[in-house]
């Protein structure tokens, strides 16, 4: 990950934090090799520092366009949460299938944070807005808390294991995540792309691999239908004219 | 950060509005197969039934715009030889009508007038002979887009002055949605451009493909001097109503605008000295106006062709400035009507129906002649005013055979009123162009559209009444 591009199984992670004085092109360049001599189904977009410096918006805006119409694969970003619609707005229309948020308590404590969430949650499809939990000191109740306080904000938690901490041995927290999330009724459907707990989730196990990447797959393409019907265009207010 | 506009109706009616042409176009399809599929009964031939189908799925296409208009042209030219209507050769064939060359000749020239830069001297010329009176600039505006639409298409006059329009209203910061002066203004040059562009063959390629649906049908023409003598009365009488419509409706007021004088001042300086390039196409041009008026025997569309040729050879325009201003859809659309016009006539299919529709309704020739007018001018504000000549024209002709109603004086009451699109953005490119200024809302354009299109069919039957006749267009055969 030095120069801000690596590859993690089937996912193709980008530290933007890292790569915003490179072009462009040049970045695009080393994502198609090793979209060429690998299997990938996820690019995991770090979105960086740019949320403090407004050129560095615009290289990530630009950059997002060129992934997306250069390839047809799922795109997670990683961002900070911000109390604002209108950047949610923006990335939803850039093409982002996915979002990792993360939060500040100085976030949750605000009035406007369940209502502005509610309202990420339900731009992208049921299931695709995650968020990293550390799991500090392996305080079991803590974290359960938080699990619990997230799925009904309809957000995934997933938990960041701390390297002295054995999780999966002393509760299961994946169990308890896969129960709260049936409870909210969040959708399973990009869970198998991504860790839960440290560990790759096979949620819908019965399925086979070539079934799940099927099924992955469709779910992407209506997800991208989803966001096309979404977005107003103004030239179509010109179509019956046939200009 | 860029904004974008997120909407939140129910997935499944943002999905039905995104793929409701695919919707319609899906269901015209299965429509038009299984209709394939039933037996002929009624004396039409095998060959007729289907030219009728085909002939009624390119209307559903045409009208709901499920397919671009070009592509359904396309369609229409496969379908023919493919069902075995016709036979391939006779079916294309039927694109190398005069008709087509026209068009492509007119854009050729308009082309030429455009970038030469001399209609925007003379839209300026125009605006500053208005004095800067508010009325007089309506009504200047009105005059001068609908003469610049007798010898250029309606859409180029309106790309051309829309500009110049849109800098007027900046400079006199009138504020769109609520300045009446803005909404006056912006109509004018729609209502100017669509009641000009009838005049002549050259204001909308309409008016060239309605004289090459007569000739395939009846042999007989219209020239374009007669055409313009037919007309021209008609137009400038709309064009008073429409004066006084737009200043009484908008409450224009008769108030001198002072700083306009200086913006057509500044502009005129950036359009520099009269040049060479502006004289060769201004020679040109009327010299192509005065053959088409003089030597009918020539042809339309070689003159204009000619023309073309000659800004060309005079290093007025290059072939790349000709084919950015070329519209390849008008023409292929045009093609692939005039092939099915002619499948439905070599067929017998179009008086098969003229037939059906007169058995169940039978009004006097003259009502039939109100009944064309009055049906091409509600149908052009939904429905491409192309296409309501490609399918409404060859039912009137078949039933003006049946009637004995001069055919010269139906294709005029369908071509003429199809082009006047005074209510909705949709139909008109000129309209659409102008409403998306955003001075006026569709509500007050169809409100004040609404009486103009009541005047001009009185106007229409006023002039098929009492002034063809004395042309030597009267409604009946002699």
Known sequence: ?????????????????????????????????????????????????????????????????????????????????????????????LGVDALTLSFTEKDRGSGKFPETVRYITSLWPSGAVFTDIAAGECTGEKIKEAIAYFSKLKIIPRIMKADRCDLNSSFCLRDYIVREMKENGISFRWVNNFELCGIIQKVDGQKGRSKRKIAGKFAFELASLRRKLMLKEVESSFDSASL | ??????????????????????????????????????????????????????????????????????????????LIPTLKVLPGKVSYAFFGNEAIFFILGAFIIAAAVKKSGLSERISLEILLKSGGSKRKLVLYLLLFAASMSFIMPEHAVAAILFPVITDIATMLKLKKGTDNFGKALFLALAWGCITGGVATYLGGARNPIAVGLLEEFTGESIGFFHWMIAVTPAVLVMLFFAYFILTKYFKVQNEVIPTLKEVVRVKKINCGRFSFLEAKVAIVTVLTVIAWVLFKDVGIANIALLSAITMFLLDVISWKDATESIDWGIIIMYGGAISLGSALIKTNAVFFLADKIMASFQPAAFTMIIIF??????????????????????????????????????????????????????????????????????????????????????????????????????????
């Open chain 1, 1 to 93: 990950m030095d120069n801000g591009i690596g590859l993690d199984r089937n996912k193709v992670i980008v530290d933007l934090g890292k790569l915003h004085n490179i072009a462009v092109s040049g970045v695009l360049q080393k994502l198609k090799e090793i979209v060429y001599h690998n299997n990938v189904d996820v690019f995991y977009v770090l979105a960086g520092r740019y949320d403090n410096e407004l050129h560095e918006f615009y290289f990530f805006k630009k950059f997002v366009e060129k992934l997306k119409g250069t390839f047809n694969i799922f795109l997670m970003l990683n961002t900070k949460y911000f109390p604002s619609t209108k950047y949610f707005d923006s990335i939803f229309a």
């Open chain 2, 373 to 478: 007018i009055a049906l091409s001018i509600w149908l052009t504000e939904g429905v491409s005013n192309s296409a309501v000549v490609v399918f409404l024209l060859p039912v009137a002709l078949s039933i003006a055979a049946k009637y004995g109603i001069n055919p010269k004086v139906a294709t005029l009451c369908v071509a003429v009123p199809s082009g006047l699109v005074y209510m909705l953005p949709t139909g008109s490119p000129p309209n659409a162009i102008c409403y998306s200024s955003g001075y006026y809302s569709i509500k007050e354009s169809f409100q004040a559209g609404l009486i103009m299109n009541v005047i001009s069919i009185i106007v229409l039957t006023l002039s098929v009444r009492y002034y063809w006749p004395l042309i030597g267009l009267g409604i009946k055969i002699k």
């Open chain 2, 1 to 78: 950060m860029d904004k974008v506009v997120i909407d939140r109706r129910p997935l499944y009616l943002l999905f039905f509005i995104k793929y409701k042409k695919a919707f319609i176009f899906v269901a015209a399809t299965l429509a038009f197969i299984a209709a394939l599929t039933v037996p002929v009964r009624g004396g039409l031939t095998q060959e007729g039934y289907k030219a009728l189908c085909v002939f009624l799925y390119c209307i559903i296409l045409w009208m709901t715009n499920a397919l671009p208009l070009a592509i359904t042209g396309l369609l229409a030219i496969v």
